[in-house]
C-alpha cells in the first residue's frame, strides 16, 4: 500500500514537472503562448512557496514578512540596474547577500519570541521594509522601480542571454528543481532533523543540550536568501519591481500556497503555487474579487484536506490521519 500511495504521488508529480517543462512547446503548440509567462510565475512563485515551507513545515515558524526578501532582492537588482550596473554575476550575489543579511539581523530578533509574538514581529519588520520602500522617491515610492534591461551574464565569448524567453524559462525551472533538491537535503540532514525536532518540542531538543535557537536562525537565513532567488528572478521577467511586492498580502498568499499544497511535504508548494495562480488566472477572468472564492477555499482545504493538494494523492487513512 505505502509503494502504491507513493507512485500515485510521484506519478502525478512527474506528469506536473512534465508539463512545466514543456510548456515553452506546449504553450504555442495550443495557441495559448501566454500559459508560458503563467508558467514563468508559477515557478518563481514555487520558489518563494518552498523556501517559507522551509521554516514553516519544518520549523514552525510562522513568518508573515517572508515577501520582503522578494522585494529586497528586486530593488538590489533594479538600483543596480539603475546605477548602470548590469552584470549579473555582480547583482545577484549582491541580491542575495542583501536577503541573507536581512534575515539573519530580522532571524535574531525575532526568533527570541514564539508563538504569536513572532508571528507579529515577522508581520512588523515586513511592513518596515515595506514602508522603506514606499518611502523611497529616488527609486519609485509607490509607483515601483522599471528595469530597462535583464541580468547580462557574460563570460569571455560566452553569453547567457535571459532576454531570451525560452532560456529564462529553463533557468527559473532548474532553480525551482534546485531549491526543491536543497530543501531535501537540508530536511534529512542532521541539521534537518533538529529543525524538525525543535518543531515537534523544542523544550526536550534545548533539555538533550541542543541549541534549537542557533539552528532556527540558520534555517531562518537559508530561508530568506532562496526567497531572494525568486525576488531576483521576478524582477528580472517582470523588469519591474515596486513595494507591492513586499506587503504583508504576499506573505499571506504564500503561506496560502504552502498550506493548500501541503505543509512540510517536499513538493507540496509548487503544486499550491500552480494551483494558486492557475486558480487566479482562471477567477480574473470571470470575477473582479477572487477572494470570495479563495476565502471559502482555504476554509474547506483547512477543513477537510490536511494535508492540502499533496494529502489528496493519499491513502483515504492517510488523510484522516
Known amino acids: 500500500m505505502r509503494n502504491a500511495i507513493t507512485s500515485r504521488r510521484g506519478i502525478v508529480t512527474l506528469a506536473v514537472f512534465a508539463v512545466i517543462a514543456s510548456m515553452p512547446v506546449l504553450g504555442p503548440a495550443l495557441g495559448q503562448p501566454f500559459y508560458v509567462d503563467v508558467f514563468t510565475r508559477v515557478m518563481i512563485w514555487g520558489i518563494a512557496a518552498v523556501s517559507l515551507n522551509l521554516i514553516l513545515g519544518y520549523g514552525g515558524m510562522i513568518s ?21 550596473i ?12 542583501v536577503c541573507g543579511l536581512a534575515a539573519l539581523v530580522i532571524g535574531a530578533i525575532c526568533l527570541r519570541t514564539r508563538g504569536l509574538y513572532f508571528i507579529m514581529i515577522t508581520l512588523a519588520f515586513g511592513q518596515m521594509i515595506f514602508f522603506l520602500g514606499v518611502s523611497s522617491d529616488r527609486y519609485g515610492s509607490n509607483d515601483g522601480l522599471p528595469i530597462y534591461s535583464r541580468s547580462e551574464f557574460k563570460l569571455g565569448g560566452a553569453e547567457l542571454d535571459l532576454g531570451n524567453g525560452t532560456l529564462f524559462y529553463y533557468v527559473t525551472f532548474v532553480l525551482l528543481l534546485a531549491s526543491i533538491y536543497a530543501v531535501y537535503r537540508i530536511v534529512n540532514s542532521r541539521f534537518g532533523m533538529v529543525i524538525r525536532g525543535s518543531k515537534s518540542n523544542e523544550a526536550r531538543m534545548n533539555a538533550i543540550g541542543v541549541s534549537t535557537y542557533r539552528y532556527k536562525l540558520t534555517a531562518f537565513v537559508i530561508a ?57 488566472e482562471f477567477l480574473s477572468n470571470i470575477m473582479e474579487s477572487k477572494n470570495i472564492i479563495f476565502g471559502p477555499f482555504l476554509i474547506l482545504v483547512v477543513l477537510f484536506a490536511r494535508g492540502g493538494v499533496n494529502g489528496l494523492l493519499g491513502s483515504r487513512a492517510e488523510r484522516r490521519g
Request: hydrophobic share 55%; aromatic share 12%.
Open 224 to 280: 530568506g536568501v532562496m526567497c531572494g532567488v525568486a525576488g531576483v528572478l521576478m524582477a528580472n521577467f517582470e523588469r519591474f519591481v515596486s513595494p507591492d511586492t513586499m506587503d504583508w498580502p504576499q506573505s499571506g498568499e504564500m503561506i496560502f500556497m504552502v498550506v493548500l499544497g501541503g505543509i512540510g511535504s517536499l513538493f507540496g508548494p509548487v503544486l499550491g503555487a500552480a494551483v494558486f495562480l492557475l486558480l487566479s
Open 64 to 84: 508573515f514578512g517572508h515577501a520582503a526578501y522578494l522585494g529586497l532582492a528586486g530593488y538590489t537588482i533594479g538600483i543596480m540596474s539603475d546605477a548602470g
Open 86 to 97: 548590469d552584470n549579473g554575476f555582480l547583482q545577484w550575489p549582491v541580491a542575495l547577500a
